[in-house]
Each structure stands twice: as structure tokens, then as C-alpha cells.
């Protein structure tokens, strides 16, 4: 699922997860609530890098953060990354805010 506000980036990760013969796309929303879908692995896009952002993602059940920098071929591997319940941040984000206390 692909969640949004800017059209060209929903158009270019259908593009990007279409061309994926093990990934399949199941839509868009314009909202996404962890508690309706909790089986749902959740990649947040985003321009910001502070770790006050990429911990509330963490905190409400997103499992991957993905700068909007990132080049287009880490998507589909984050995407499997998420899919098996394991973390997946950008490579410039440092992975031990998964594991600092504000985290949970």
C-alpha cells in the first residue's frame, strides 16, 4: 500500500514495485492506521532525517523509513526487508534508534 501526498512520488513507486516479479501492489490510501491493519508493514517516505520523526514512525508500528533521497533500488528491497517483520531504514539513517530508549 502506498501512502503519499505528493503524486509524483505514488506514481514512480508503482512503477518501481510493478516491475518486481515477488511484489505486488495493493493500492493506495489516503491514510493508514497501524491499529486497523496491524499486520500491515508499513515504509514511511520521507524527506527528514531527525530521529524525532523516524521515532514516531517506529512507535506507531512502521517497521521501515526510507528518505525520499534514497536511490530507487532500495525500495523494493526494503519492501522485502518489512515484508519478513524486520526493520528497514536508510542507510544514512544510524539503525540504533531502533534500539534507544525512546523507541518503546
Known amino acids: 500500500m502506498i501512502v503519499d501526498d505528493h503524486p509524483i512520488i505514488r506514481e514512480g513507486l508503482k512503477l518501481v514495485i510493478g516491475d ?3 511484489l505486488e501492489l495493493a493500492g493506495e490510501a489516503a491514510t493508514l ?5 496491524p499486520q500491515a ?3 514511511i517516505f520521507s524527506p527528514h532525517s531527525r530521529e524525532v520523526y523516524i521515532h514516531q514512525v517506529l512507535q506507531a508500528g512502521g517497521l ?13 528491497e526494503a ?4 515484508r519478513r517483520g524486520d ?3 536508510s542507510p544514512r539513517i544510524n539503525t540504533e534508534v531502533i534500539d534507544t530508549p525512546s523507541c518503546g
Open 20 to 22: 518486481q516479479p515477488d
Open 33 to 37: 492506521l497501524h491499529d486497523a491493519l
Open 41 to 43: 508493514a508499513i515504509i
Open 64 to 76: 521501515g523509513y526510507l528518505l525520499k533521497e534514497a536511490p530507487v533500488s532500495e525500495v523494493p
Open 79 to 82: 519492501i522485502r526487508t518489512v
Open 87 to 89: 526493520y528497514s531504514l
